[in-house]
Nanobody, 119 residues
Framework: QVQLVESGGGLVQPGGSLRLSCVAS????????MGWYRQAPGKQRELVAT???????DYEDFVRGRFTISRDNAENTAYLEMNSLKLEDTAVYYC?????????????WGQGTQVTVSS
């Protein structure tokens, strides 16, 4: 069982920056692919970025070049550095931990942290 706790959300002006953190409990953090998702009001949850156990990161086009995902396995923590924030980045951001077992996988989710971009 893995518990994820996000922090770092808040209110920021367009063009500003925020850094989200996701602390995971339990063992084997380094074995999980960590991801950040977001859900805006009235929209479905969408993938933002992932980083695998080897440290390879992948981004959706709408954040590429602005957001950076990283992880610190010694601290059981994943991060999402968000720069050049836009109004449309407003959403609840969720941390995800995925353990792959071949064709199957196990997902864990955090409770979410609100990011509001507004002038």
């Amino acid at each position: 069982q893995v518990q994820l706790v996000e922090s770092g959300g808040g209110l920021v002006q367009p063009g500003g920056s925020l850094r989200l953190s996701c602390v995971a409990s339990g063992n084997l953090f380094s074995a999980y692919t960590m991801g950040w998702y977001r859900q805006a009001p009235g929209k479905q949850r969408e993938l933002v970025a992932t980083i695998d156990s080897g440290g390879s990161a992948d981004y959706e086009d709408f954040v590429r070049g602005r957001f950076t995902i990283s992880r610190d396995n010694a601290e059981n923590t994943a991060y999402l550095e968000m720069n050049s924030l836009k109004l449309e980045d407003t959403a609840v951001y969720y941390c995800n931990a995925r353990r792959n077992f071949g064709v199957a996988y196990l997902d864990y989710w955090g409770q979410g942290t609100q990011v509001t971009v507004s002038s």
